[in-house]
């Protein structure tokens, strides 16, 4: 199986959009009253959160990937302190 990067924006957009359809689907089925002005707030509030995990998740994954001096992959540098291969 391929891995793949998670995406919590969407998983912030597709959570209150679900919110949405149960409360949705409670009042079609009797269970309870939701007045019809009820999802702009939830999916336009949903909406912005979402954007702005997906901002602050693109934030940190380029600033976490961007290599710095000293710091890159194939540089890495280890240190021999406290270990030498003799034996006494």
Same mark, same amino acid.
């Given at each position: 199986?391929?891995?793949?990067? $998670?995406? =919590? /924006?969407?998983? $912030?957009?597709?959570?209150? #959009?679900? %919110?949405? @359809?149960?409360?949705?689907?409670? &009042? @079609?089925? /009797?269970?309870?009253?939701?007045p019809?002005?009820? @999802?702009? =707030? %939830? $999916?336009?509030?949903? #909406?912005? #959160?979402a954007?702005a995990?997906? %901002?602050?998740?693109? @934030?940190?994954?380029?600033r976490? !990937? !961007?290599p710095?001096?000293?710091?890159? =992959?194939?540089?890495?540098?280890? !240190? &021999?302190a406290?270990v030498?291969?003799?034996?006494?």
């Amino acid at each position: 199986m391929l891995r793949h990067d $998670v995406r =919590p /924006g969407k998983l $912030v957009a597709g959570f209150f #959009l679900t %919110l949405t @359809a149960v409360i949705y689907a409670g &009042d @079609a089925g /009797g269970s309870w009253e939701a007045p019809w002005f009820v @999802a702009i =707030p %939830l $999916v336009t509030g949903g #909406l912005c #959160l979402a954007g702005a995990t997906a %901002l602050l998740t693109h @934030a940190i994954r380029r600033r976490r !990937s !961007s290599p710095c001096a000293g710091h890159a =992959p194939g540089n890495r540098q280890t !240190s &021999d302190a406290g270990v030498s291969g003799r034996t006494e």
